[in-house]
């Protein structure tokens, strides 16, 4: 099995989610018909596309894509005091999303990843991250694990953590896959939940980028703090890295989920590699 966490929400916030869902719908169906245009009569017709993207249906007869979730089924915003509506017992939420290729200005195209820096770069106490990864897809050489080209570590998110640590004493407990990790008696085509990368190299990328972004950083004292403020770990489970011992994959972790001195979190798609 592989380990996940998700939520059910209701109101404004999954009224965003259904508005996120049509426009990202639109999206695929522009590009899967733009796709399918390329096939002319005499065979297929090069055309070099920036984005791709192909549609399953299960079970057959399907529509080719699902309908549009009605605007006016949105119910009117009500607008209360934050006391009023925990007094009610609801969760103030902040919907985020990243459209990327969908939006036509990259500026504002992913505000997710402004406001996951936002929320790591505010911690006073404490970070704690449970990931599938922190690394970049990569692929292993002789020479040792390589990041597959025009990928690269998150730096802003690395620089965030660094941030915490060294100048505010913020406590990092991060938990990511096993190293390729592919559950049960998977292949890696078939399902991988782990880029390749430990724990140390984690670890080494933000102690890294602390001392790019802090050169007058003291080696030792910054040694003794990442010692003290930083602890990774990797999914186990009773059987080890296995749900059976008679099982040789390794459980994957696909959580996207951190809380921020135990008082704000995140649950969500996004992975931050």
């Not at 209360?80 to 969760?91: N, P, T, Y």
């Not at 640590?165 to 399902?191: F, T």
């Not at 059976?244 to 931050?272: M, P, R, T």
């Amino acid at each position: 099995p592989v380990r996940d966490v998700s939520f059910q929400c209701q109101g404004m916030v999954a009224q965003d989610g259904h508005a996120y869902l049509n426009r990202t719908w639109r999206y695929v169906a522009k590009r899967d018909r733009r796709l399918k245009s390329t096939f002319g009569v005499f065979g297929f017709k090069p055309a070099i596309l920036r984005s791709n993207v192909s549609v399953a249906r299960w079970p057959e007869g399907l529509d080719d894509y699902p309908p549009d979730y009605p605007a006016d089924c949105a119910a009117p915003s009500e607008k209360v005091s934050l006391d009023e509506a925990l007094r009610r017992g609801d969760l103030p939420m902040i919907s985020m999303g990243r459209f990327g290729e969908l939006h036509h200005d990259s500026y504002s195209a992913n505000p997710s990843d402004s406001a996951i820096v936002a929320m790591l770069g505010c911690a006073t106490k404490s970070i704690k991250l449970c990931l599938q990864d922190l690394g970049p897809l990569a692929f292993s050489l002789p020479t040792g694990l390589v990041a597959c080209p025009g990928l690269s570590w998150p730096e802003d998110y690395l620089r965030a953590i660094g941030e915490s640590i060294y100048k505010r004493g913020v406590h990092v407990h991060i938990v990511l896959s096993m190293p390729n990790s592919v559950p049960a008696h998977l292949s890696g085509k078939d399902a991988s939940y782990g880029n390749g990368w430990t724990c140390e190299d984690a670890a080494s990328e933000i102690i890294k980028r602390i001392k790019a972004d802090y050169p007058e950083a003291d080696e030792e004292c910054l040694g003794g703090l990442v010692t003290l403020n930083l602890k990774m770990a990797y999914m186990h489970t009773t059987a080890g890295p296995a749900d059976w011992k008679e099982c040789d994959g390794k459980s994957g972790n696909h959580a996207k989920f951190f809380v921020i001195d135990d008082a704000a979190f995140y649950i969500g798609s996004q992975n931050l590699y």
